[in-house]
């Protein structure tokens, strides 16, 4: 598919958010599960929210930091209790900090999750705090990985060109699927015609590059779409946002993983270092990998993986796990703690994607397949400490640091692929040190998760 050509690219640099950044509100973004964090360094992550633990978040300087709602994997009225339980604590932490705070529901870059639901009870426990938001602004791009909006439009890039995102295997998902590619329309879609796509507020390149960051400012009421091909184009509209937040304004974020990486003023940083990579890892161990995506990218991956390199696959059989749990994760434990005296083990769920009658039932599925899935990787880590643990796929990364590694404090400290796949540093639980690799099952090529496991080896 072709496009009209773009106008001239508005340079704005990471440098110029940083210098608006100063008195800004330190932003919470609210993760429906782990792979935001794949843009950015030196951010703090948590996965609790005691106010003592969002308090100890506050304290660090960064722009921001995430709390992992992991809301994707629940069904919409456990999702809203969780945002709800979420918000209210950041807002007495910061209360007791002497914060400001503003607010980003992350999520994913090809429009899957509790839209507008999250965004909606952001907004309520604002208002029962005596704020009031004056919009929303819809950003799903994930420029790292071919994922751009255009002329209000979501598309995702390959080398066969942009395909709008209604047209993938994404918007066939069971739970979240969809079938509008203008982000308007979506926004009518999923709000059951609550919110008029003639009520939306599409932000263009045109606008964004040809404007100002006042005239942005302007704009930023209702909900507002933000056209975006590069980070530029984000930065442009951050800078509007922080303008119009500076001048009283209070705006609720629906974004994907680049957004996160504009609004916090840090540049595309190369891969992290092998250096600091080595100070990580353990010399005398293999490692665990815990495949739970099913998307046919991840499933190439997997198949790629065996093709480069020799491991011990444990698979963990779907229909087995909704018979008799129990007995197949035990014998899945004892296999793969033999596996990793000698071995990378990759542990995954069987490939054949089983689900329910509606989308309850398939949530409810995922959910039993999840909960096998990190109660194996959990025993295995007990059992046998592994050098390291990567995790694939954006609901499985979730459970596997919270469920299988207690993780409930932790730093990204860089992606290991440009832009993608991000390495953290659990800094308390029992998975202290060990280092976590949080990789979506939607990005990369074939070869990328082979790659990362290169680099993990090599050290």
């Not at 995430?66 to 994707?72: A, E, G, I, S």
């Not at 303008?243 to 994907?256: D, P, Q």
């Not at 909704?322 to 197949?328: Q, R, V």
Request: charge should be negative.
């Amino acid at each position: 598919m072709t496009t009209a050509p773009l106008p001239p690219v508005r340079r704005v640099t990471a440098a110029d958010v940083r210098a608006a950044l100063a008195g800004a509100r330190r932003v919470v973004f609210l993760d429906d599960d782990p792979t935001g964090t794949q843009t950015v360094r030196d951010l703090p992550v948590l996965t609790r929210w005691t106010v003592e633990d969002v308090r100890w978040a506050l304290r660090q300087d960064t722009a921001g930091f995430f709390v992992l709602t992991n809301t994707r994997s629940l069904a919409p009225a456990d999702a809203a209790a969780r945002d709800r339980e979420v918000v209210t604590a950041c807002l007495r932490a910061a209360e007791g900090e002497g914060a400001g705070l503003v607010f980003a529901s992350r999520s994913d870059s090809t429009l899957r999750g509790h839209f507008p639901l999250e965004t909606d009870v952001i907004g309520e426990v604002l208002a029962q705090h005596g704020d009031t938001v004056d919009a929303v602004v819809l950003a799903p791009a994930f420029t790292d990985a071919g994922r751009v909006t255009l002329g209000g439009t979501h598309y995702l890039r390959s080398a066969d060109g942009l395909t709008p995102v209604a047209d993938t295997e994404f918007a066939k998902d069971a739970t979240f699927g969809f079938t509008s590619s203008r982000l308007a329309d979506w926004v009518t879609e999923k709000s059951a015609g609550r919110i008029p796509a003639a009520d939306v507020t599409e932000l263009t390149l045109d606008d964004i590059r040809g404007g100002t960051t006042q005239s942005l400012c302007d704009r930023l009421n209702g909900v507002v779409v933000l056209d975006t091909a590069e980070d530029d184009d984000l930065r442009a509209g951050v800078l509007a946002i922080l303008a119009a937040e500076e001048a009283g304004k209070t705006l609720v974020y629906r974004v994907g993983p680049s957004f996160v990486r504009a609004r916090t003023g840090q540049d595309a940083t190369p891969p992290i270092e092998d250096d600091t990579l080595a100070t990580l890892l353990r010399p005398d161990a293999h490692g665990l990998v815990v495949v739970g995506s099913h998307v046919g990218l991840t499933s190439r991956q997997l198949a790629r993986l065996g093709e480069r390199r020799h491991f011990a696959h444990v698979e963990l059989d779907v229909p087995a796990i909704l018979d008799d749990a129990e007995d197949h994760i035990h014998d899945a434990v004892a296999r793969a703690v033999e596996a990793l005296g000698s071995d990378l083990v990759v542990l995954s769920t069987s490939r054949k994607l089983v689900a329910g009658a509606d989308e309850a039932e398939s949530l409810d599925i995922a959910r039993r397949v999840s909960a096998a899935l990190t109660t194996t990787a959990r025993r295995i880590v007990q059992a046998r400490r592994p050098a390291f643990v990567v995790a694939k796929g954006g609901i499985t990364s979730s459970d596997v640091a919270t469920v299988s590694l207690g993780i409930d404090r932790a730093w990204v400290r860089g992606s290991m692929l440009p832009g993608i796949v991000s390495l953290w540093e659990p800094v308390s639980g029992p998975a202290r040190g060990l280092p976590y690799v949080v990789f979506a099952g939607n990005v990369g090529d074939e070869n990328s998760l082979a790659d990362v496991i290169d680099r993990l080896e090599a050290l």
